[in-house]
């Protein structure tokens, strides 16, 4: 506005300027002259007067709506003041999701554990015989409670099956070898116990009791925390949702038969990875809601882990721990039933109506499970209290238990009408033969 009013000020004079040439010099209104100076002042206030308008508005609209804002909203309308203040503007909101887990896996890694499984493998060889080698496995365990001399493990029986040592992990590192108190192969589930004398007192004061959660609680799209001994590099942590509820799971056997496990598990989308078996599924409490166990092992399928929920097998868990610790016996030393038989797989179990577990072919005369009154065509489902689901678990059992001892066996017993009956006896186990 002050280059239009200085651009009017020379207008104005040549004017004048023209009109003193055709007059002469007397006539000249000297009035006008001071009229001119007038208006000439009035518009250099009105000028001034708007200038500091504009700037005050301006600076109005930095404070009140923030100068960001100001700059996006005139960028292409800059005819005016006013078009900048009424045009419309982009609300653009800020909101924060709260995704640190830190202090949750702080609290609850101290009752998570590392387990190694190391066992001795037999491989027949057609030039040298048999050869035995050591195979070693990595899984994962949660602590969950102790009792006078023990500290209590639980984790899945894969985890644990088939050892000659089984070593545990603590969060410093430290390591202690522990036995096998208690297995349900069936439920995939195994208590280990750790001796509390061989636990060092700084140990003890970093590890913690694990604080158990209600799975059934949970719903699907809750968060969720898994925590292992992925691929056995230590503890490490992923994360993820509760997927789905209540999924079955089947595998296949030795025999290559399909078998549907008898657990409804928890799906999640956090990693679980080899050596995370066993280890913690926590809700955002910190509470251990599920065991992990199993994931979809094929390349065109991610995001599908499994865990066992806990409230579905607290009572199992509890039953585990309670077992009497047992360690493996010199082979010389190891008693056996008396019997031969092969496995009633889940497949033929469901197709026959048979029980699943170890079928009775044969009674060796003179045996233990004779004089037990074990018969063939009978079913072998428990033995000392473990669920029996195949030879190779029946075998492993009997690991732990010297010639000489008696041990409760529980068999499903067929009747004419192809009805199953159960029946549990007391039987002394033999002495072991030696083939010739």
Do not use: W
């Amino acid at each position: 506005m002050s280059n239009e009013y200085s651009y009017q000020i020379p207008n104005d004079g040549d004017q004048n300027y023209t009109e003193s040439n055709q007059e002469p010099e007397n006539r000249r209104p000297k009035k006008k002259g001071r009229k001119a100076v007038a208006v000439v002042c009035a518009g250099m206030v009105f000028g001034l007067v708007a200038s500091v308008t504009f700037q005050a508005s301006n600076y109005m609209v930095e404070r009140v709506l923030g100068k960001s804002e100001r700059t996006t909203s005139t960028t292409k309308n800059t005819s005016s003041s006013s078009t900048n203040v009424n045009s419309t503007k982009l609300t653009q909101t800020k909101s924060t999701v709260t995704s640190d887990i830190s202090e949750i896996v702080e609290n609850a890694m101290p009752s998570v554990v590392s387990i190694t499984n190391i066992s001795v493998q037999q491989v027949q060889s057609f030039f040298q015989g048999t050869q035995e080698y050591e195979s070693q496995s990595s899984g994962s365990g949660i602590i969950i409670g102790k009792n006078d001399s023990e500290l209590l493990v639980v984790s899945n029986n894969h985890v644990v099956s088939g050892s000659d040592t089984l070593t545990v992990t603590f969060i410093n590192n430290t390591s202690v070898e522990a036995q096998i108190k208690g297995t349900d192969p069936d439920k995939d589930l195994a208590v280990v116990a750790v001796p509390l004398d061989k636990i060092d007192e700084d140990t003890m004061s970093q590890i913690a009791v694990a604080t158990l959660g209600d799975s059934s609680e949970l719903k699907v799209g809750e968060p969720v925390i898994a925590i292992g001994n992925a691929l056995g590099y230590g503890q490490s942590v992923t994360n993820g949702i509760v997927s789905a509820k209540d999924r079955t799971l089947s595998s296949s056997n030795p025999e290559g038969e399909t078998e549907e496990n008898s657990v409804k598990y928890i799906q999640t989308n956090a990693a679980i990875n080899p050596g995370n078996s066993g280890g913690a599924l926590l809700n955002m409490n910190g509470e251990v809601i599920g065991i992990n166990t199993a994931k979809v092992a094929d390349s065109a399928v991610e995001g599908m882990g499994y865990a066992i929920p806990v409230s579905d097998v607290s009572d199992i868990i509890e039953d585990l721990m309670n077992r009497t610790t047992r360690t493996k016996v010199n082979e010389g030393e190891q008693g056996q039933l008396g019997i031969t038989g092969f496995d009633v797989a889940e497949e033929n179990a469901a197709m026959y109506g048979m029980p699943k577990g170890v079928y009775i072919s044969k009674v060796a005369g003179g045996s233990g499970a004779e004089k037990a009154g074990l018969t063939k065509g009978s079913i072998i489902v428990e033995f000392d209290g473990t669920a029996i689901d195949s030879m190779a678990t029946l075998q492993e059992r009997l690991q732990y238990y010297k010639a000489g001892e008696t041990v409760s066996v529980t068999v499903r017993v067929p009747s004419a009408t192809g009805e199953y009956t159960e029946n549990t006896v007391d039987v002394t186990l033999g002495e072991r033969t030696t083939a010739k």
